[in-house]
């Protein structure tokens, strides 16, 4: 069973605090069941929890915060960024050097997914393609707070002009999730 831990789904609700302010949190966590209210009220940083919680707090989020707009997901994944690249993981940012920093993307994956991996690959002086396989679950939402979870890596990276598509998606049946990312 995929799992993600601890970190994300706290990063996930204290977005939403910073949103919705503290009334934005207790909505969304009464659209849920009682244990995964129980589950999220008490989730530790470093413990793995199933996806499917996950998945059921974005949905959630979307509904409740983001006004069923899952773009919304995109800042979610901007503001984690900013928050485990200042404290914790800052030792991942590499000043100025994006391939440098989309390299990592292997070991970066792992402390916040369980199964599956993310692949890396240079594809020009500006451009590079970052690529997740055989997670076991997966979600458009997941998607988009990658999306601006490494966008805003980037910026803190010093990196201007970053652009970033996702090219194929397994939320949307392909094999596997595809980002493709340029910069000037």
Not at 46 to 57: C, D, E, I, T
Not at 137 to 155: E, H, M, N, R
Request: glycine letters at 10%; proline letters at 2%; aromatic letters at 10%.
């Amino acid at each position: 069973m995929q799992q993600i831990k601890g970190g994300v789904l706290k990063s996930r609700l204290k977005f939403v605090e910073q949103q919705a302010g503290r009334e934005g949190v207790e909505k969304v966590l009464d659209s849920l069941g009682a244990d995964d209210r129980r589950t999220l009220t008490n989730a530790l940083a470093v413990s793995w929890y199933p996806f499917a919680l996950g998945k059921r707090l974005d949905d959630a989020i979307v509904a409740v915060v983001g006004r069923g707009r899952a773009d919304f997901f995109v800042r979610l994944g901007e503001a984690s960024a900013e928050q485990n690249l200042t404290t914790l993981h800052r030792g991942f940012l590499t000043k100025g050097d994006a391939h440098g920093f989309l390299a990592k993307s292997p070991a970066i994956y792992k402390l916040y997914y369980e199964t599956g991996h993310r692949e890396y690959t240079r594809v020009g002086e500006r451009e590079g393609l970052l690529t997740t396989f055989n997670a076991e679950t997966f979600s458009a939402p997941d998607c988009q707070t990658v999306i601006g979870w490494y966008s805003k890596a980037l910026d803190m990276c010093g990196v201007a002009g970053v652009t970033v598509r996702e090219e194929t998606c397994r939320a949307a049946g392909a094999d596997a999730c595809r980002y493709r990312f340029r910069w000037s």
